[in-house]
């Protein structure tokens, strides 16, 4: 998608501070983080909420493996942390291309803030 930021990190043109990357999960971190640990984990193709996401079974699973494991290596696995997935306008959604909040790195409260 011509207009999707996340399909420009995705391809390179736009820049972010990777974490992670496999054939089929970019991960990079926020640049308006919430909390020490903020990262964004997004399939490469290009989906665009949890709402299409059902055709997407195998690849959705590939996303929550990798949160695991960006998880585990920024070293939020001891005291835990919190995986966010905003949908649709109401969700407060701003890129329509599927994507994840891994945030930690401190005491979260709820509501989220």
Not at 9 to 14: A, M
Request: aromatic share 6%; charged share 20%; hydrophobic share 40%.
């Amino acid at each position: 998608m011509a207009d999707c930021i996340f399909c420009g990190i995705v391809e390179g043109s736009v820049p972010s501070d990777k974490v992670y990357e496999d054939d089929s999960v970019l991960a990079f971190r926020d640049i308006n983080p919430v909390a020490p640990v903020h990262v964004l984990i997004i399939p490469k193709k290009h989906v665009p909420s949890l709402l299409d996401a059902e055709e997407e079974p195998e690849l959705m699973g590939k996303i929550i493996a990798a949160a695991s494991k960006v998880a585990k290596e920024l070293g939020l696995a001891e005291k835990g942390f919190r995986l966010v997935n905003n949908c649709g306008e109401h969700g407060m959604q701003t890129v329509y291309h599927i994507h994840f909040h891994l945030i930690g790195g401190r005491q979260l409260t709820w509501p989220p803030g």
